[in-house]
DNA sequence: CTGAAAGCGCTTACAG
DNA sequence: CTGAAAGCGCTTACAG
């Protein structure tokens, strides 16, 4: 086990005070090329690595940044965790992920991000406001989604336009008797107000049987078979996200009726299963990459400046149409 | 901004020393019940965390786990993250999450892992030998998957006896032509060893055409189209993992075939998406909760032994037979 | 351009 | 049971 190199053993080594190991290393202008070269040369012989722990409590900065979500394995979460921590790489910032469920208190996570000096957080919460405690002590927060009652920057994407745009395009297509298949927050989830307000504008009702709760891809297949008992099922189906619209395939199919000629379909995030289900399902894309960075970057900006300024960044969502919903009969990639 | 609380100001505030305030807050035998209680009530009202980053400077220890993974975004690494979280946490580790693409280079991660005191590693990474300068450090290193040519315990499920059963199954099931689809380290990846073994015990040859790269949904689907445009196309095919099941299940229902009718397929994972695909997904389940388990237990005790042995622990796959490999015919979930 | 010194917030022997 | 002191490894004014 080798041990641990410092900077005063280098200092040691070369007869040198070791804040000038400490200057050199960290690049500083002030320090002699030839003291550095040496510095360095030897530094990196030695196998070097400056204890992070210390410069953090010295530095009264961490270089961490708290990413909190829901859970590690909801897929449109994990794609965008992946664009986000590339972004924070870039910028020099280590990700520290958190995953949360609903029920669970966030004492523990507040407690660590406090502790560990974490310098801004991400927060794709379903409730931001248990990070209230954080805002307060001056750390940054960035919220993925908006949500009421807090007063943190965030990101979201128009959920209400998208959902709009699916409900116009199942109008288009002419269907009538349709359903809203997932989670609804009691009629406040945008995705529903903005699918309802498109069928009212066509004139088309949305009753009540006709919204059904169901989350992810088991919640979407319960959620579905419920639907097809109906005496009259939904001739179209919008769902949540892309993960509830797949359960809804499975349901659909084991009945043995057929997606879209029997009951059309339109998800949500765009997640890259969708191309590879048959029917392809046509969704309603989150622009999941414009999301991480502007996460990253609002975050950044309000670190280095200080600014407690909130600001909004609503992104444009964008129908895609593939096989599911009707619009094209043959079986097709893209 | 609230003012950070350390120690001292609470021992300021109580007029006793600092180091008996830490030793109440840490818990301690030695101090006084009532002289706790007194700290322990204020320091709450103050809202005061231990300063992490001081905590593991001085103890030299950080509570920090580091996990390293391939990509946030491969579906069965997801699900193996979410459980290996909660089992580090369970023993008041924090996790410190790193992805790596394979030509990536290691060197910032290991620095970050070495600066920041991290107590050891849980490596998923396709090849650890970059590990090798944590493991010369003392830090202990576990591997998801067996390498060679590196001295780490390793948790592995047994890939090759899980091949087996597969092309066992396949054989029993009276198919003769059948293609291998996904990753095969030029021969040397086990789930193609073993599905080849199995084989042979049936007196069924595997030539060289029936067996074609792809890795993920894509790879799945473009390595599927090779095998349908071959003269001859594969009567069941045993994909790598699940997600290049799913890519395969597209392109052959993409040219009108059917599952299992006119082409069966096994994959390997039994990921969440299996039993909502139509037809349902068989598989070859890899015990995940029980990898997950493993690896933190391990871990934990090297960390704490310090001893240097190494151990191995080979889980047992289990066939999971659904739809799409041909046994049963009827759609249902399960 | 380089060195001596203070101090970040904590833990941990060591006295008493 | 409590206090005084040293020190973890680093950065950063401050002198020179």
Redesign the interface.
Known sequence: ??E?MTLKKIAGQLGVSYSTVSLAISGSPKVNQQTRKTVLELADSL?Y??????R??KQKK?GFIGVIFP???Q?YY??L??DI?PAL?ERGY????F?IDDNEDFS?IV??I????VEGVISGAHDHSPLM?LY???IPVVAYRRTAGVPFSYVDVDREKGAYMAGAHFAELGYKRMAYLGTHFEGREPRLIGFKAALSDNGIDLPDQYVVDGQG?EGG?TGMQKLLELSEPPRAVFAFNDSTA??A??AI??R?LRIPQDVALIGFDNI??C????P?LSTVAQPRQATAENLVNMLCETISSKSAGMRHVLLEPELIIRESCGARAS???S
């Open positions: 086990m080798a641990t196998g690595r400056p204890n992070l722990n210390a953090s409590l961490s859970d590690f394995s897929t994990r794609e965790m992946r921590y790489k280590t990700g520290l992920f995953t523990g407690s660590e406090q502790g560990r000096g405690p307060k002590l001056g891809m297949f797949i359960g395939m499975r199919q084991m043995g890259l299963e191309r590879y289900m048959t392809a079986l097709q990639t």
